[in-house]
């Protein structure tokens, strides 16, 4: 039997009984099963990566409480086309029935005008708001907008969950079962699928398409298979977070040609110039970081520049800011603080009080029981600092901060060690 549907649409959850993953949304007790026995469902933005099951999630919600569903792509769609379904929505949301659902891929890619053009509807409940999104909501959907809207967090799959959609595809596709397959080994599949569903299932629709006979699944066929049919596998993104990885891993290892390479090759594959930026102002701060202050400062220039600009004269400044910080002295010193300290905090079952005198006294009351006394005024003092404990008691001491080995981490570890007379 052969078929051109491809196999992630014949393998697409009819309910969330067979949905695979995300078990913090779709588990028992899962909001999302509360939204199918209440039938109440507020406005809500899916974020999580490719092939984790955001459109499916959003129509099994539809399908399951028999709701009108309409579809936009941020990716071909404006505000005309916004306006149009709204309509369609309105003239369709009859006295005391549920709004219909509006449910927006890439929801990211919608500029300002076109978020805004969405708000009314939200607002007066002509429509129930579903976006898309592989982005960080916070940095791209309006305040005003998201504020009107839950957001759910979807996770990249882990390899219980590939396996338990291998494992569902061999037994209950029609193709595959006709044709027969044999798993051997699963670490290339699971590897290359990288936490993606869809990919997943593109690979064995691959696998499926380029031999004759059994489908046998082991490491070498799985790798040889996708060499050979890379421009297949490239045809519809599917290598968008590979490239990306590759980007920030030339930035990070210092190899300007490398990471200029990379990024030609987002933005000739149509990448999103925002979301290239975006990553080099994460990239300077956690792979640059205090061994070039500056580098956080350009990085954050090009992202203005880019929102303002557009393509083509956006590859301008940011092939500079690839550049600047891939030639740039290196360090996550600070990225390593933060975690040691958030680890710290998470773990320590104290609740330390902050010390008396460096607490605000905004009242008499405070200021009987001690609040801010004895506390020093680092500017009245030489140097700008005044040897006082700042950290709660039983704390004195603890280290989160190691400067790095490069010039300017050395001046400040010199100066902490001045001031601090060896404490840290």
Known sequence: MQTNIPLAERLRPQSLDDYVGQAHLVGG??????????????????????????TTLARLVATA?????????????????????????????????????LFIDEIHRFNKSQQDSLLGAVEQGVITLI?????????EVISPLLSRCQVYVLKAMEDSDLQRLLDRAVAADTVLRERGVRVEQTGALFRFSGGDARKLLNIIDILCNATEGEIVINDENVTECLQ????????????????????????????????????????????????????????????????????????NACFETVHKVGMPEARIPLAEATIYLATSPKSNSAYLAIDRALKFVNQDTTNHPVPLHIRNAPTRL????????????????ED?????????????????????????????????????KGKY
């Open 29 to 54: 007790g899962g909001v999302f099963r509360r939204f199918l026995e209440t039938g109440n469902v507020p406005s809500f933005i899916l974020w999580g990566p490719p092939g984790v099951g955001k």
């Open 228 to 299: 050979q049919n890379i421009a297949l596998y490239d045809k519809n993104g599917e290598q968008h977070y590979d490239v990306i990885s590759a980007f920030i891993k030339s930035v990070r290892g210092s190899d300007p040609n490398a990471a200029i390479y990379y990024l030609a090759r987002m933005l000739a594959g149509g990448e999103d110039p925002k979301f290239i930026a975006r990553r080099l102002v994460i990239l300077a701060s956690e792979d640059i970081g205090l061994a070039n202050p500056n580098g956080l400062l350009l990085a």
């Open 384 to 420: 700008h600092f005044a040897d006082q404990e700042f950290m709660p008691q039983g704390m004195e001491g603890r280290r989160f901060y190691d400067p790095a080995d490069n010039p300017k981490e050395r001046e400040i570890e010199q100066r902490i060690k001045k001031l601090w």
């Open 65 to 101: 409480l028999d709701r009108k569903f309409f579809t936009l792509s941020a990716v071909n769609s404006g505000v005309k086309e916004v306006r149009e379904v709204i309509e369609q929505a309105r003239k369709s949301h009859f006295f005391n029935t549920p709004a219909p659902f």
């Open 131 to 139: 976006g898309a999104t592989t982005e960080n909501p916070s940095f």
């Open 366 to 381: 405070m200021k009987n029981l001690g609040y801010g006394d004895n506390y020093k005024y680092a500017h009245d003092f």
